[in-house]
């Protein structure tokens, strides 16, 4: 069980991940719609991408230009931001940059995720958000960025791909509708490295597994007590977390 078990869960994963995208494809529902933090979401997008692919060299660089939270479903959301980077990851060949920006105009916030891999050939771009269409991916179902295009279109955006750059790079741009609420987190905490992240997890995985407490600092600080809570329920592994008075950058988790 021990050699086995994480194949198996891998397996059943990458089977769930399938049924799931066949669901959402076929799913009419609006969606339920909420005040939500756009840097909250890409924190979690981010993690999620790099928790499944291990082998990557991908540094992330933010441009964030916008002052509102957005009005949506925040996991439909996530959703999408991952399903974008992740097809980006596989079309860099796991190495490379990866560019998150937004910009705030007439009511939307315009999301633009970027990357320095191999250029989308002009022909098949029309082709992109279509339902099963996939190219060049090994095991692709090709149903990402359709339920990526569903997913904003619900929510009343507009999706696309474009050249940018003198048609160096290729660029996925989408717009979300905004509150009237202001953002209050800082794209200062999100990770700049795929690394960044992982060491982030496996800090928390050791810990968790040898049972014993151990201090952790983080330069996101206050968010970093919430995000050693998150990623325990991704392991379905509970911890207690305390932390610090004096040092807020120093949290104490203890896994059981």
């Known amino acids: 069980m021990t050699v086995i078990g994480p194949s198996v869960e891998k397996a059943l994963a990458s089977v769930n991940g399938t049924l799931d995208d066949i669901m959402e ?20 997008s981010l993690a999620e991408v790099f928790q499944i692919y291990h082998d990557t060299q991908i540094s992330l660089q ?23 980077v992740g097809n980006t990851v596989q079309a860099m060949n796991r190495k490379g940059q990866v560019w998150l920006k937004s910009l705030e105009r007439n009511n939307v916030v315009e999301v633009t995720i970027g990357n320095s891999g191999l250029l989308i050939p002009e022909e098949d771009l029309s082709k992109l958000f279509e339902a099963f269409y996939s190219k060049g991916k090994k095991g692709g179902t090709g149903l990402g960025l ?14 696309c791909c474009q050249y940018t750059g003198d048609r160096k790079f290729v660029e996925f741009v989408f717009t979300l509708p905004i509150t009237e609420k202001f953002e209050t987190e800082k794209a200062l905490k999100l990770p700049r490295s795929s690394e960044a992240i992982r060491s982030a997890i496996a800090t928390l995985e050791r810990a968790i597994a040898s049972n014993e407490s151990m201090v952790v600092s983080d330069p996101r600080e206050i968010d970093f007590e919430n995000k050693i809570v998150e990623a325990a329920k991704r392991l379905k592994r509970p911890i207690v977390v305390d932390h610090y008075a004096a040092c807020q950058k120093n949290f104490v988790f203890y896994g059981r």
Do not use: C, F, W
């Not at 939500?36 to 979690?44: F, G, K, W």
């Not at 359709?146 to 507009?158: D, E």
């Open 25 to 44: 494809i076929g799913r009419v529902e609006k969606p339920i719609t909420e005040s939500a933090s756009l840097i909250s979401i890409i924190d979690e």
């Open 146 to 159: 359709a339920i990526a295009s569903k997913v904003v279109t619900a929510h009343g955006g507009q999706i």
């Open 62 to 84: 933010y441009d964030m230009g916008y002052a509102h939270s957005i009005n949506v479903e925040p996991s439909k959301i996530q959703r999408v931001i991952s399903n974008i």
